[in-house]
């Protein structure tokens, strides 16, 4: 089943903070961030493992609640280049051998001068 | 730079035709995965194979798709006979399990 992403589209100013929330139905074992720009591939930014751990690098970070099934990407300061859609996968079950991410459906994320 | 490489960048076909993708993992990587993106659809799973064996192609129309990996370095996703609904772009994706994945350049299919 399908993660839920939400919201949909965001525009923001050079400078401004986001938010970007990704649910699942089912028990989750891992939740993978993703950022595409228009006509190039997907673009690993990072993994949360079951834990509840944070994680980041720059302005970038994630948090996974693994109880309520739901993960967070936070951008702060964004910068022009933090424009794409951003995708969440998810691993369910007890992860293992299981390497199967089911893809959200994205977030188009706009950042203006 | 290590990269996967995906052949060809560009294809468009006549329904009725068969395609075939192919695509060069990461050296070192034992997981492979072949997605498909559409607007409606989104980012879908079709396949994934480890150390070259397929476990999971339950994405996959079974009765004109297949994938294979006949080597470490060669992955490839057949389709026969394409139709116009198989138009979107075909990514190929190499992994060690349970880690990042690292995507191609994607393959645009133009299903006419």
């Known amino acids: 089943q399908q993660p839920v992403q939400s919201p949909q589209a965001v525009i923001l100013r050079e400078g401004e903070d986001a938010v970007i929330n990704c649910s699942s139905s089912?028990?989750?074992?891992?939740v993978h961030w993703y950022r595409q720009k228009h006509g190039e591939a997907p673009v690993f930014l990072m993994i949360?493992?079951?834990?509840?751990e944070q994680k980041g690098h720059d302005k970038i970070s994630a948090s996974f609640n693994e109880k309520k099934q739901q993960s967070s990407l936070y951008l702060t300061a964004s910068q022009l280049s933090y424009s794409g859609t951003y995708f969440c996968g998810t691993v369910s079950g007890g992860g293992g051998s299981n390497y199967k991410l089911t893809f959200g459906k994205g977030t188009l994320l706009t950042v203006n001068p | 730079d290590a990269r996967v490489t995906q052949t060809p960048r560009d294809k468009v076909t006549e329904m009725g035709q068969e395609v075939t993708m192919r695509c060069q993992p990461i050296?070192?990587?034992?997981?492979v995965f072949w997605y498909r993106q559409t607007m409606m659809q989104g980012l879908e799973l079709l396949a994934y194979f480890r150390n070259r064996a397929p476990l999971d192609d339950s994405g996959m129309p079974k009765d004109r798709f297949s994938a294979e990996m006949p080597d470490a370095t060669l992955a490839t996703l057949k389709i026969q006979p394409s139709e116009p609904r198989d138009s979107a772009v075909y990514f190929c994706a190499s992994g060690r399990q349970g880690f990042e994945q690292f995507f191609g350049p994607g393959t645009r299919l133009t299903v006419l």
């Open positions: 949360l493992l079951k834990g509840g």
């Open positions: 089912k028990a989750l074992y891992s």
């Open positions: 050296l070192g990587h034992n997981t």
